[in-house]
Structure formats: C-alpha cells, structure tokens
C-alpha cells in the first residue's frame, strides 16, 4: 500500500477519491486551483465523515485520526511533496490535462505513479505531455466514488506492466475492485451504459414504450437496481447526450448517435430533476 497519495481537483471527484483514500489510513493531499474549491472539497468529505459518526459507523476518534491526514492546498509543490501516486481529477479538458501532467512529470521523481480520472479522454495523449509516459494510467472511479466499487484501470500504449500491476493493487487497497481497460473510447462501463442510454430514448422517441415500462422491464426483467430513465433524469439529460454524443465522434459508430429526443429534451429545459422535468416530472 502507498504511504502519501495527492489528489489534483477537489471536485465531486477529486473528494471522493481522496475520502476513500483517507480513510484506508493514506495520507492524503489535494490540490485545486483556489482556496475556495479546496475548501468546498473538504466540506464536502467532513459531512460525509460527520454523517457516518451521527449513524455509528464510526468512532470519533478514527473521525479525527482520518481527518489528521488529510491537507487541502492550492500549491503543486506542496501536493506532490513526498507522494508515491497521484491521481488527477481536474475538469474533463486535454490541454489542461496535458498541462497538468507536463507540470507533474517535473515534479515527481520517475518512480511515481500519475493516474489520470479521465472519462472520455486517451490515456496515450494525455501521457504524451510527459517525458515518462511509462509511469502514466488511467484509473477510472465511479460516481459516487465512497459507494461505488469499481474502478476501470486504463493502460496507455506506453504504461509499464509494472506500473499498471501497482496501480490494480493499490485499487484494492482502497477497497475497490478493479477491471483492465483498453484505452478505447469508454474503456468498458461506459460503452455500454450509452447504447443502454439511447436506447431507452430511442424507444421512447418512436413510441414503442413508455418510460415507466421501460424502468420496470429492465428492473424486474434483468434485475438492473435502477431504470434507465430513472437514472438518466438524476444523472442530467444533457449530461447523457453529451457523453452519447462525444463517444458517437470518437468511434464514428451509428449505435452511439443520440436519438434526436435528446435534443429536442434539452430545447424544452427537460433536463431531469435539476430543471423539475425530464423523462418524468417532478413538479408534482
Ligand atoms: N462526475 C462524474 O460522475 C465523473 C465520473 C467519472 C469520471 N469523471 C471525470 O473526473 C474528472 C473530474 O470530474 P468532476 O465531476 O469531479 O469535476 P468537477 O468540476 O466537480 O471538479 C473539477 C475540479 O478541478 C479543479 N481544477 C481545474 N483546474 C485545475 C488545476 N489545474 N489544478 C487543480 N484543480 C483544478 C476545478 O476547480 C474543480 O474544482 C473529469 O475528468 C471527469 O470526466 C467524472
């Protein structure tokens, strides 16, 4: 198991990744660009710790000792200082991806491991920034991150084998189980959850099911803990039909071209539960 891991991003990522982190007994420091998102970062992984010592399922002297060994900073040098990882969770954009892993790749001696959270970007451009690409990955967690248990691990055309094992390991370490993924468009999970996605819009948009169907047949029919469409209204409409779309620009693949009910959804403000209406509404 490492001993210190820095986080860059405090966002709905970057603090979960830390949390889970944190509380396997790592020391952790993450790192955003202003004191503000650091300091929203770290609220966010206190309330979760403070509700978990309110239900009992922890004490709070492990409450204490986990928060003693995590730091928040805007600095990278500080971040980095003494790591054995570093996992980036900074907004879903190559150039500044690719700068942070240019600024990493100075910092960290050869031996440390810089994973990328990446959800639709290449791994191999990503590590091209570097002068070490061997010791780049990705390291794909799920969201919520404190709940969900996988984590896709992505090895680039250049990642060290070795350097992929310690990643899977350390994974465990977490508590999670991690798969092997290609650095392919969507790794695995979310090749498949965007065909699940657009079909279910698709058959909507033609008439052929009613939403509450589709949710039942899929909850009953193939044991999912969730509908489709349930989870399209709470993930965001637009947020699925980008991810639909990025992937069908990636792979150049009909399946993955968004129905056109997406677009006619997001014309209409019917995001899903952040606007009131989606696929179901919420107003009532
Ligand atoms: N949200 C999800 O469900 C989800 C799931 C899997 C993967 N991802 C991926 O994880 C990454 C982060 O997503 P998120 O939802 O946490 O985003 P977010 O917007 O919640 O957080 C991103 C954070 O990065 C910070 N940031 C920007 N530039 C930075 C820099 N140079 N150094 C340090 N911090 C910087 C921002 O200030 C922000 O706080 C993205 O690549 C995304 O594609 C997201």
Redesign the pocket.
Known sequence: MIKKLCV?????????IAQVAVEKGVKVAI????DR?VE??LGTIRNFLGRKVEKGKLSKDEHDAILGRLKGTTS?EDATAGADMVIE????DMT??Q??FAELDKLCPPQVILA??????SITEIASATKNPQRVLGT????PVPVMRLVEVISGDKTDEKVLKSALDIMAAFGKTPIRAKDVPGFIVNRFLCLLYNEAADQIYKGYAAAQDIDLGLKLGSNHPMGPIEIMDM?GVDVVYNALKALYEMTGEERYKPSPLFERMIRENRLGRKTGRGFYDYTK
């Open positions: 860059i991003g405090a966002g709905t990522m970057g603090a979960g790192r955003d660009i202003e998102f929203k970062g990278m969770a900074v907004v879903e500044l991806k700068n942070v990328s959270n990446t959800s639709t970007l794909h967690f799920f969201s993930a």
